[in-house]
C-alpha cells in the first residue's frame, strides 16, 4: 500500500507543478507529499524529480516513469469501473472539447446517441480548434488530432487519422494529375496554412517524411470551405479522410498521389490525470471507440 501511495504522490505532484498543490488535493501536507516522494526515488535508486525553491522539473527517468505510472493508474480506474458496470448507472454532467469540424461531423451525433442511452447524464460540447486547457477549464476530455506532446493528460487513442490529396474530376480533367509530390508546383493547392506545408512519405528515406510546401491563388483558415472548394473543382487539397472519405466514395472527389502518403497520425480522448475517471466519461470514450472502430462508419454507416 505504501508503494502505491508513493506513485500516487508522484504522478499527482509531477502532474500539477508542486509539492503544495499534490497536497491540498490529497488532504495533506507539502512534507507529508515530500517524504512519499523521497521514499519512492530511494527505493528505485534513481532521481525522479529536480525541486528547487522556485520550480519542479522531472529528470529524463522521471519522464519515462510517469508515462507508466499513468497507464497503469488509468488501467486500474477502467478495471475498478468495469466491475461496477452492472450495479452502477451513468450520471452526472460531462465537458467534452473537439476540432470544430470533426465536432461537427463525427463527435456531435455520437454524444447525441450517447445521451440517448444515458438519460442521467448530460454534456456541455465544446467545439474549436484552439487547444483547450482541460485542468483549467474544467474539461473532463478533449478529442484531439495528431501527435500528442503534453505529458500531464493521459491518452486513448480512438482511430487512424490518414491524410491525402484530393481533386475533384473535373479539376484532373482540366489541370492534369500530379505524378510525385513534386508537381504540386504545378498545381492550385488550396491551403489551410501554407507556411506549414504537406506532409508526404519519403521514397528515398523508407519511414521518414518530407514537407511539401504548396502555393495556389485560394487560401483559408477553415478546413470546411477547403473541402467545398476543391469539390467545386477550384484546386487541389489536402484533407484528413475522416472529412472525405464518403466524397471518395461517392466520387465527388478523387485521391491522387497514394503511393506518397505519409503515415496515419492518429485521433485521441485525453484527459487530465486522474485515478478516479468518472464511470460516465468512461463510458463515453468507449462509446466513440467502438463507433469509429467499425469498418463501414467512416464509409457513411453511423
Not at 9 to 20: D, I, K
Amino acid at each position: 500500500m505504501n508503494n502505491f501511495k508513493e506513485i500516487e504522490a508522484f504522478v499527482s505532484v509531477a502532474t500539477r507543478g508542486s509539492l503544495s498543490a499534490a497536497a491540498r488535493a490529497d488532504g495533506v501536507t507539502p512534507a507529508m507529499m515530500g517524504r512519499r516522494i523521497d521514499a519512492l526515488e530511494e527505493r528505485l535508486g534513481v532521481k525522479l524529480l529536480v525541486r528547487t525553491t522556485r520550480k519542479l522539473s522531472l529528470t529524463f527517468e522521471g519522464s519515462a516513469f510517469l508515462e507508466d505510472c499513468q497507464r497503469i493508474l488509468n488501467d486500474l480506474a477502467n478495471a475498478e469501473a468495469s466491475v461496477s458496470l452492472g450495479g452502477v448507472k451513468a450520471s452526472g454532467h460531462i465537458k467534452v472539447s473537439a476540432p470544430a469540424g470533426f465536432g461537427r461531423r463525427h463527435v456531435a451525433p455520437l454524444v447525441r446517441d450517447f445521451l440517448r442511452a444515458n438519460t442521467e447524464v448530460t454534456c456541455s460540447l465544446d467545439l474549436s480548434d484552439r487547444l483547450v486547457d482541460l485542468v483549467n477549464e474544467g474539461v473532463d476530455c478533449s478529442i484531439r488530432i495528431g501527435e500528442l506532446s503534453d505529458s500531464s493528460l493521459v491518452s486513448v487513442r480512438l482511430a487512424d487519422n490518414r491524410r491525402v490529396v484530393v481533386a475533384s474530376p473535373a479539376y484532373l480533367v482540366r489541370c492534369g494529375t500530379p505524378e510525385t509530390p513534386d508537381a504540386l508546383v504545378q498545381h492550385d493547392c488550396l491551403s489551410l496554412d501554407p507556411q506549414r506545408g504537406w506532409v508526404f512519405a519519403d521514397p528515398d528515406a523508407p519511414g521518414q517524411t518530407r514537407t511539401i510546401k504548396v502555393s495556389g491563388r485560394f487560401e483559408c483558415n477553415d478546413g470546411t470551405v477547403l473541402h467545398e472548394w476543391a469539390v467545386g473543382g477550384i484546386g487541389l487539397a489536402w484533407r484528413s479522410m475522416w472529412e472525405v472519405e464518403r466524397d471518395l466514395a461517392a466520387g465527388t472527389l478523387v485521391s491522387v498521389l497514394d503511393a506518397f502518403a505519409a503515415p496515419p497520425t492518429g485521433i485521441y480522448a485525453v484527459f487530465p490525470q486522474n485515478r478516479r475517471l468518472p464511470l460516465r466519461v468512461r463510458l463515453l470514450i468507449d462509446h466513440l471507440r467502438s463507433c469509429f472502430g467499425r469498418p463501414d462508419y467512416w464509409r457513411g454507416g453511423a
